[in-house]
Structures are given as structure tokens and as C-alpha cells.
């Protein structure tokens, strides 16, 4: 597994905002949109691209096109579903997936409620979207998700992690395939409720409001 911090002075700015207990949820979904806009620019360092013919009015040359088939982009809902936009206004031809989990509150458990992946993901670069990575609960059931259908090049983009949230990946990833994980921010730990200190709260909760 491969962790990268994504470190630049507006990311760093933006998120602060983001922890802000004041800031309400209209300002928060701009501010997770910008963040991953940035975040992606990292998160696609390595897609693939191939060598294009093309003519400029100028002259004849060879530039960079993506390759088939298309990089995969899929939000675990909630929360993920507030990153969406920022990613696909860079990755305009990704095809969406979308995978919706719950963590039990009690348990930390994650239970899943919604798969709607492409059958075959073999040879896709698949790149998941969720702002906490808490126990990594749910980011270790999103990936077997994929590698299951064959997946083997996966980068997840988070707003924050958690230090145990990050050794529970690697753990359950192991070498098994090639997993990046970018982040804005790798914070202390968990609290003894599984959030994330210090945090920025239930980022489902401060993009959609308190749903029972
Ligand atoms: O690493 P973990 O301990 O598994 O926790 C992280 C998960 O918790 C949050 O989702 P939540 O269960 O609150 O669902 P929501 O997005 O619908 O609010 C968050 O968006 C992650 O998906
Ligand atoms: O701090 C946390 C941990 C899990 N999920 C959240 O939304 N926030
Ligand atoms: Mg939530």
C-alpha cells in the first residue's frame, strides 16, 4: 500500500475551514468539491495514458490520450457521494460505480446497502471516493468489492485518515494488488466512539444533515 499527503497551502487552508464546527453545509460541499479537485490532480499521477497523432494548426505531433478502458470512479455513499463532482469535472469520461455502506454506530461495522459495479473490472484503474478513513472498515469492504470483480489497481482519495484506519487497510490489503491511498490529512487517531480526532465530525451528517 502506497500513502500519499497531499500537502499544499490551499489544501491546507480548505480543510481548516472544512474542520470548523461553524461551517455550514453549503460551504462544507464547495469546500470537499475544491478539495478533491486538488486531491485527484495527485490521485491521477499514474493513469494511463498512450502516445495521440494529431495536427495542430501549425504542425503535425504526438501527445498523450487516456487509454481504454475508461478509469472507474465510485463514491461510497453518503459521504463519498459529496466528492463525486469534484473528481469526474477532471475525469470527465470515467464511468461511475457507486457502493453504499453504513457503519453501525455501536459496532463500527460496516454494512453494506448498495453495489452497483461493472461486472468485470479486470485491467481498470479504479479510483474510490470517501472523505473518512475512521477503523477502515469500510474502506476494506469497498476494495475486496473491486477485487472481486477483478480489480487490482485501486486509489482510494480521502479528506482525512486515521493512523488505525490506514494499518487496517494495509493489513487487509497486504500485497494483494497494487492500493494508493491519498490523503489531505493523516490526523492523531480515533476517539473511543471510532471518529476521527481532531477531525471535522460526520462529514454524511455536515454535507446532508442528520438523516435517523
Ligand atoms: O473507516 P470507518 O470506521 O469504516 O468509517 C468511515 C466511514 O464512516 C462514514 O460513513 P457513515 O457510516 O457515517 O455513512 P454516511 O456516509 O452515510 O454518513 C464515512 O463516510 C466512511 O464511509
Ligand atoms: O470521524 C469520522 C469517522 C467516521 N465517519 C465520519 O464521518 N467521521
Ligand atoms: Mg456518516
Same mark, same amino acid.
Given at each position: ?20 464546527? !461553524?461551517? @455550514?453545509?453549503? $460551504? ?6 475544491? /478539495?478533491?479537485?486538488? %486531491? &485527484?490532480?495527485?490521485? #491521477? ?70 453495489? !452497483?459495479? @461493472?461486472?468485470? $473490472? ?6 474510490? /471516493?470517501?472523505?473518512? %478513513? &475512521?477503523?477502515?472498515? #469500510? ?74
Amino acid at each position: 500500500m502506497r500513502l500519499h499527503v497531499a500537502e499544499h497551502p490551499l489544501i491546507a487552508h480548505k480543510l481548516t475551514v472544512l474542520r470548523d464546527v !461553524r461551517t @455550514p453545509s453549503p $460551504l462544507f460541499r464547495q469546500l470537499t468539491e475544491e /478539495l478533491v479537485t486538488l %486531491l &485527484a490532480y495527485e490521485a #491521477t499521477r499514474d493513469i494511463r495514458t498512450e502516445p495521440w497523432e494529431i495536427t495542430t494548426p501549425v504542425t503535425d505531433t504526438v501527445g498523450r490520450k487516456l487509454t481504454e478502458p475508461r478509469p472507474i470512479v465510485v463514491p461510497i455513499l453518503r459521504a463519498g457521494l459529496g466528492m463525486l463532482e469534484g473528481m469526474t469535472r477532471l475525469l470527465p469520461t470515467a464511468e461511475v460505480g457507486f457502493l453504499g455502506l453504513q457503519r453501525n454506530e455501536e459496532t463500527l461495522e460496516a454494512i453494506t446497502y448498495a453495489n !452497483r459495479l @461493472p461486472d468485470d $473490472l479486470s485491467g481498470r484503474q479504479c479510483y474510490v /471516493l470517501d472523505p473518512m %478513513l &475512521a477503523t477502515g472498515g #469500510t474502506l476494506v469492504a469497498a476494495i475486496e468489492y473491486l477485487f472481486e470483480r477483478g480489480a487490482r489497481d485501486v486509489t482510494a482519495v480521502t479528506l482525512l485518515a486515521a493512523p488505525e484506519g490506514l494499518r487496517a487497510v494495509q493489513e487487509a490489503i497486504g500485497e494483494r494488488a497494487d492500493v494508493t491511498i491519498v490523503t489531505a490529512s493523516v490526523d492523531e487517531r480515533l476517539n473511543s466512539k471510532g471518529y476521527i480526532v481532531p477531525g471535522l465530525g460526520d462529514a454524511g451528517d455536515r454535507l446532508y444533515g442528520v438523516v435517523d
